[in-house]
C-alpha cells in the first residue's frame, strides 16, 4: 500500500429519528474537530455518504456553547467548507486505492443509514483487509456493526472497541428515540468494548488499524491517533 496522504471522511444523509419527530444528522464537531488536526498534519480529505449529494446537520451541533468548542464555528462561518456538504460523493463510487484511512462521523443520523449499507459494509471491510486504517467516533461505529471480513468473521469480534454509551443516550435523552444501544450491539458481536469513567469524558481506543471514540469530544484525539498511524515517529 502506497501512502496517499488523503482521508475518506463519511458521514449520514439521514435527518430525523424514525420513532420521534426530532431532528438529527452529522454533528458537525465530529467532522471539524477531525479536519482541523488531520489537515495541519498534512492531510487532505474527500467526504461521502451512503446515498451521496446533501448532508443534515444535527440543529443542537450548532448550539452557540458546541459551535464554540475546538473552532467549529470558524468552519461553520467558511462557506467553502461548508460547501462541502451539500454534494457528497456515494460510497459504492469511492475507491479505496485514493485513501490511507476511513474516518466514520457520528450524530444520531449514522444509526440508521449506516448498519443498513451494504455498500458502506463492503467498503470498510477493503480498508481494513487491505492494511488501511478504519476509524469512526460515537455513533460511527453504527457503520462497523455489520461488516464481515473474507474469513466470514465480525470486523469487531475480539477487537477493543468504544462508541457511545449507553449512559449518554439516557443523558441525552435519546433512550426512546433511538433504535437499538450501541453499546450492547457492540458486545453481542464480541466486541471488548470500554468507557471512560464518567459520560462525555474522552476517550479513545486503538486496537492496531481499528481506532474509535468513545463521545463528540472525542473526535480529535481519533484524529492523533489516526495520524500518529499513519505518520509513526
Known amino acids: ?131 488501511r486504517v478504519v476509524s469512526a467516533v460515537c455513533h460511527g461505529p453504527c457503520g462497523l456493526l455489520n461488516v464481515t471480513l473474507s474469513n466470514g468473521e465480525p470486523l469487531v469480534r475480539d477487537r477493543d472497541v468504544t462508541g457511545f454509551s449507553w449512559p449518554e443516550e439516557e443523558a441525552a435523552d435519546r433512550e426512546d428515540a433511538v433504535p437499538y444501544s450501541l453499546q450492547d450491539e457492540l458486545k453481542k458481536l464480541g466486541a471488548h468494548y470500554s468507557v471512560a469513567d464518567r459520560p462525555f469524558e474522552t476517550h479513545v481506543v486503538e486496537d492496531d488499524r481499528l481506532i474509535t471514540g468513545q463521545n463528540p469530544g472525542s473526535a480529535r484525539g481519533v484524529a492523533e491517533a489516526v495520524v500518529r498511524r499513519l505518520q509513526p515517529a
Do not use: C, Q
Not at 448550539?63 to 467558511?78: C, F, I, K, P, S
Open 1 to 131: 500500500m502506497s501512502a496517499t496522504k488523503k482521508i475518506l471522511v463519511v458521514v449520514t444523509n439521514v435527518g430525523e429519528y424514525e420513532k420521534a419527530g426530532m431532528r438529527t444528522g452529522l454533528w458537525l464537531g465530529e467532522l471539524t474537530h477531525f479536519w482541523d488536526y488531520a489537515e495541519r498534519a498534512g492531510f487532505s480529505m474527500d467526504i461521502a455518504s451512503p446515498s451521496g449529494g446533501t448532508i443534515p446537520i444535527d440543529p443542537e451541533s450548532l448550539a452557540h456553547d458546541v459551535l464554540a468548542e475546538l473552532g467549529t464555528e470558524r468552519r461553520y462561518r467558511d462557506r467553502r467548507f461548508m460547501n462541502l456538504l451539500d454534494d457528497t460523493v456515494r460510497v459504492a463510487d469511492v475507491d479505496v486505492e485514493d485513501y490511507d484511512a476511513i474516518y466514520l462521523t457520528g450524530g444520531h443520523g449514522v444509526m440508521f443509514d449506516f448498519p443498513r449499507s451494504d455498500d458502506l459494509e463492503s467498503l470498510v471491510a477493503r480498508f481494513h483487509e487491505s492494511g
